[in-house]
C-alpha cells in the first residue's frame, strides 16, 4: 500500500468527450426535468384531491411520482451545471450524499413496484376480498417498507464505500457519482462491497422481479376466464401502465447492475445512466395518464375546475 491523499472532491466527466453536445443536453434534460416536476406532482395532487382515487392502487403511484420526483432531482440538477460549467465538479460529502440518495430511492422503486404488482394480483384475482386484504393498514405499511428497505441497502453501501481508500484518482467517468463509477477508484480490497452489491441486486432487482412475473402469470391467467370482452379491456388496461412501467425500470436497471464485466463499455453506461435518472421518470406519469381512464378523467375534472376558478377570477 501506498500514500495516497485525502481526496475532498470529484470531477464527473460523463459525455465529456462530446463538448459540441453539452448545450443541447442541458436543454433537452432540463425540458424532460420540468415535464418530471409538472406529470408527476400532477399525478400527486389529482389522487389526493379525487375521492375516487383514494385506493391502494392510486396511493401507490402517488408514492411512486414522489419518489420519482426527489430521485430524478438528487442527480439532474448537478448534471445541469456540469452542463455549462467549466468546472465540473462535486465535494466528497455532496457525492456521498448524492449517492445515498439516488441508490436508495432506486433501491426503493424496485421494492414498490413489486408491491404494486401484488395490489393489482389482489384487485384482478380476488376481487370480492380485495378490500379486506388491501386495507389501508397493510398497504400504508407495506409502502413504508418499501422506503425503509430503499434506505437501508443504501446507508450500508455508500458508508461501505466512502470509508475505504481512494487511490487520488478523483475523476468519474459517468454523468453522477454512481456506485459502480465510484469502485473503479478505491485501491482497497473491495470483494465486500462487491458481494453485499451482488446480494443487493438480487435481493432488489431479482426477486422482485420474480415476483412481478409470478404476479402477473395469475393476473394473465385471471384476465383470459373472464367472459365479458369489456371486462377483459378494463382488467388489462388496469395493469398495462404498471407493466410497461416495470419494463421500462428493470430493464436500464438490469443493464446497469447485471451486465457482465465484458460489456462494460463507458458509453452505454452513460445513456443507460441517463435514461435510468431522467427518461423512465418522465415517461411514468406519461404512462400512467394515457393508460388509464380513471386518471384522464380526474385530470380533466382538475384542469377543467382550475381554468373555471382562473376565468371568474379575470371576470
Given amino acids: 500500500m501506498g500514500n495516497y491523499s485525502a481526496v475532498t472532491e470529484f470531477f464527473l466527466v460523463g459525455l465529456s468527450q462530446y463538448p459540441e453536445l453539452q448545450f443541447c443536453l442541458f436543454v433537452l434534460c432540463l425540458i424532460m426535468y420540468m415535464i418530471i416536476l409538472l406529470g408527476n406532482s400532477l399525478l400527486i395532487i389529482i389522487s389526493i384531491l379525487d375521492s375516487r382515487l383514494q385506493t391502494p392502487m392510486y396511493f401507490f403511484l402517488g408514492n411512486l411520482s414522489f419518489l420519482d420526483i426527489c430521485y430524478t432531482s438528487s442527480s439532474i440538477l448537478s448534471m445541469l451545471v456540469m452542463f455549462v460549467s467549466e468546472r465540473k465538479s462535486i465535494s466528497f460529502i455532496g457525492c456521498a450524499l448524492q449517492m445515498v440518495v439516488s441508490l436508495g430511492l432506486g433501491s426503493t422503486e424496485c421494492v ?106 395469475f393476473i394473465l391467467s385471471s384476465i383470459l376466464r373472464i367472459n365479458s370482452a369489456q371486462g377483459r379491456k378494463k382488467a388489462f388496461s388496469t395493469c398495462s401502465a404498471h407493466l410497461t412501467v416495470v419494463i421500462l425500470f428493470y430493464g436500464s436497471a ?28 418522465m415517461l411514468n406519469p406519461i404512462i400512467y395518464s394515457l393508460r388509464n381512464k380513471e386518471v384522464k378523467e380526474a385530470m380533466k375534472k382538475v384542469l377543467s375546475r382550475h381554468l373555471h376558478q382562473w376565468k371568474s377570477e379575470r371576470t
Fill in 112 to 217: 414498490l413496484l413489486a408491491v404494486m404488482a401484488y395490489d393489482r394480483y389482489v384487485a384482478i384475482c380476488n376481487p370480492l376480498r380485495y378490500p379486506l386484504i388491501m386495507n389501508r393498514v397493510l398497504y400504508v405499511h407495506m409502502a413504508a417498507w418499501s422506503w425503509i428497505t430503499g434506505t437501508l441497502n443504501s446507508l450500508v453501501q455508500t458508508a461501505l464505500i466512502m470509508v475505504l481508500t481512494f487511490c487520488g484518482n478523483n475523476v468519474i467517468d459517468h454523468l453522477t457519482c454512481e456506485i459502480l463509477a465510484l469502485l473503479k477508484l478505491i485501491c482497497s480490497d473491495i470483494t465486500i462491497n462487491v458481494l453485499i452489491m451482488t446480494v443487493a441486486s438480487i435481493v432488489l432487482l431479482m426477486i422482485p422481479l420474480l415476483l412481478i412475473f409470478i404476479s402477473y402469470v
Fill in 254 to 281: 438490469l443493464f446497469m447492475y447485471m451486465k457482465p464485466k465484458s460489456k462494460d463499455t463507458k458509453a452505454s453506461d452513460e445513456i443507460i445512466g441517463l435514461s435510468y435518472g431522467v427518461v423512465t421518470p
